[in-house]
Structure formats: C-alpha cells, structure tokens
C-alpha cells in the first residue's frame, strides 16, 4: 500500500523560505519519479516540480522556477522541496505523488503572510 506523508508546511512571511519533506513507502522509491503538486484555496490542484528516479533530471512550473528547488534521498525514501522567496500567492496544500500510482498523501500547509 502506497503511503505519502508531507511535512514541513507552516506560516512563513513573504520572502522567506521553507523546507518541505514527504516520506514514502508501498513501492520502490529509488525507481520512481516523483511530484510536488499544490492546491489553493478556490482553485484546482496544480503541478509543481517532478524529480526522476535518480534525481539527476527535474523540472518545475514557471511560477515556482529560479525559487524552489526539488531533491531526493533515496536512501531515506523521501523527496523535498526546498522553498525560497516565497510570495503570498504560493500559499496553497502541497502534496507529494509517485508516478503511476493514485495515492496522495494528506498534504501538508503552507501559507505565506505578513
């Protein structure tokens, strides 16, 4: 059974910078790509960076480009997402996901604000 489990969200002021973390197991970790996705209020969760199985391959969404940067520890089956500058419109619930499977973790809050 496929288990994601975020942390790492809380209240951050814009500019600022945060480090999220998502734990997995239920499959192989170190031959999966994995995701960050994100979901505001109001409105449909969206992508937000992927990271290939041995992390030597990644890409994000031109809002979070040149601020987040997504890494791995295969070792530990996590993936993170290192979050800098953070701006008032990243505030969302983001959540990690493995490819090819439906599962999603509980996702984790991070909202950015004065």
């Known amino acids: 059974q496929v288990q994601l489990v975020e942390s790492g969200g809380g209240l951050v002021q814009p500019g600022g910078s945060l480090r999220l973390s998502c734990v997995s197991s239920?499959?192989?970790?170190?031959?999966?790509?994995m995701f960050w996705y994100r979901q505001a209020p109001g409105k449909e969760r969206e992508w937000v960076a992927w990271?290939?199985?041995?992390?030597?391959?990644?890409d994000y969404a031109d809002s979070v480009k040149g601020r987040f940067i997504i890494s791995r520890d295969n070792a530990k089956n996590t993936v993170y997402l290192q979050m800098n500058m953070l701006k008032p419109e990243d505030t969302a619930v983001y959540y990690c996901?493995?490819?090819?499977?439906?599962?999603w973790g509980q996702g984790t809050q991070v909202t950015v604000s004065s």
């Open positions: 239920g499959f192989t970790f170190s031959s999966s790509t």
């Open positions: 990271i290939s199985f041995t992390g030597g391959r990644k």
């Open positions: 996901k493995v490819s090819g499977f439906g599962s």
